[in-house]
């Protein structure tokens, strides 16, 4: 189930279950979506993106879904492992490439095996 | 391909010293560099972005006499915590896009630096 705490609301699923992450994303004038995963003492890693003309974009094991209409984005694991287990951010961006990310609030992915 | 490097990984320093910490492209020129800062439990939030032979551009709120950034080439770019003091304890990441590669959209993130300031 899901929970939020007092910054990062966590999602448990179990090893094998499909997991769906959520966010909302703050300006609708933003192009450019991505999805980041961050495990303990590391950097950001990407996982996958999507543009503002898209409403679907499908990688290895994860999809990203685009609702523009009402400002979300969320990611969905395909056959959750344990391997999954981190924090999942998105982010968005007016345009793609050199402009900055504006990173939402973060979900703890946890996977019970 | 696209590694970007930090260094420190971490440091710890006594409150009113001055911390610098490296971002470095390892394989790409990376036309510009932007520095984040994390604090436990929250969201990366933007501290500033950093151009190649040019001023940085700081973000509301972030002081630029005290987060001093470099970015004398087209590999490094640093962060200079002045002053350091217990709060501006954090985790601090730099990403960088690839100068070579018009086509991508993406920002590599480096490792991140874990600062403590006691």
């Known amino acids: 189930g899901e929970s939020v705490g007092l910054h990062l609301p966590t999602l448990s699923v179990q090893e094998g279950d499909n997991s769906i992450i959520n966010c909302a994303y703050s300006?609708?004038?933003?192009?450019?979506f991505i999805w980041y995963k961050q495990e303990s003492g590391k950097g950001p890693q990407f996982i996958i993106d999507?543009?503002?003309?898209?409403d679907k974009r499908q990688g290895q094991r994860v999809t990203v879904l685009l609702n523009k209409t009402v400002k979300h984005l969320s990611l969905q694991i395909a056959a959750t492992q344990p391997g999954d287990s981190a924090v999942y951010f998105c982010a968005e961006s007016l345009v793609p490439g050199n402009t900055p990310l504006v990173f939402g609030k973060g979900t703890r992915l946890s996977v019970i095996a | 391909g696209a590694v970007v490097s930090q260094h420190p990984s971490w440091v710890i320093c006594k409150s009113g010293t001055s911390v610098k910490i490296e971002c470095r492209s390892l394989?790409?020129?990376?036309?510009?560099m932007f520095w984040y800062r994390q604090f436990p439990k929250q969201s990366l939030m933007l501290m500033a972005t950093s151009n190649e032979g040019s001023k940085a551009t700081y973000e509301q709120g972030v002081e630029k006499d005290k987060f001093l950034i470099n970015h004398a080439s087209l590999t490094l770019s640093t962060l200079t915590v002045t002053s350091a003091h217990p709060e501006d304890s954090s985790f601090y990441i730099c990403?960088?896009?690839?100068?070579?590669?018009?086509?991508?959209?993406?920002?590599?993130f480096g490792p991140g630096t874990r600062l403590t300031v006691t």
């Open positions: 394989d790409f020129q990376a036309t510009t």
């Open positions: 990403s960088a896009t690839d100068r070579g590669r018009s086509s991508s959209y993406e920002q590599y």
């Open positions: 300006n609708s004038a933003s192009d450019y």
């Open positions: 999507i543009r503002s003309n898209m």
